[in-house]
Nanobody, 120 residues
Framework: QVQLVESGGGLVQAGGSLRLSCAAS????????MGWYRQAPGKQRELVAV???????NYGDSVKGRFAISRDNAKNTVYLQMNSLKPDDTAVYYC??????????????WGKGTLVTVSS
């Protein structure tokens, strides 16, 4: 069994910063990709950022230049540094990871989400 636990959400004023963390635990053989998605009320879930095991990153267009994703492989943890936050960044942020556990095929796991609210 694999679990992803997010932390770091909260309320922040526009222009401020927040750092999200997501730690993976359980029966982990290899973590392939780790990333963050978000879902605002009435909208579809969208990609925020993803990082693969080699360190290559990819960002959603709306966060490029403001957010930075990183990972600590020794701790099975991914981080999302969010700067210059805007009210449009308000959403529930979900951690996602593709993890090879007991199966030889990697599977996608999701955290329960953490709420980020940006006030104007």
């Amino acid at each position: 069994q694999v679990q992803l636990v997010e932390s770091g959400g909260g309320l922040v004023q526009a222009g401020g910063s927040l750092r999200l963390s997501c730690a993976a635990s359980g029966s982990i053989f290899r973590i392939n990709t780790m990333g963050w998605y978000r879902q605002a009320p009435g909208k579809q879930r969208e990609l925020v950022a993803v990082i693969i095991s080699g360190g290559t990153t990819n960002y959603g267009d709306s966060v490029k230049g403001r957010f930075a994703i990183s990972r600590d492989n020794a701790k099975n943890t991914v981080y999302l540094q969010m700067n210059s936050l805007k009210p449009d960044d308000t959403a529930v942020y979900y951690c996602n990871a593709n993890i090879r556990s007991v199966s030889p095929i990697g599977m996608d796991y999701w955290g329960k989400g953490t709420l980020v609210t940006v006030s104007s």
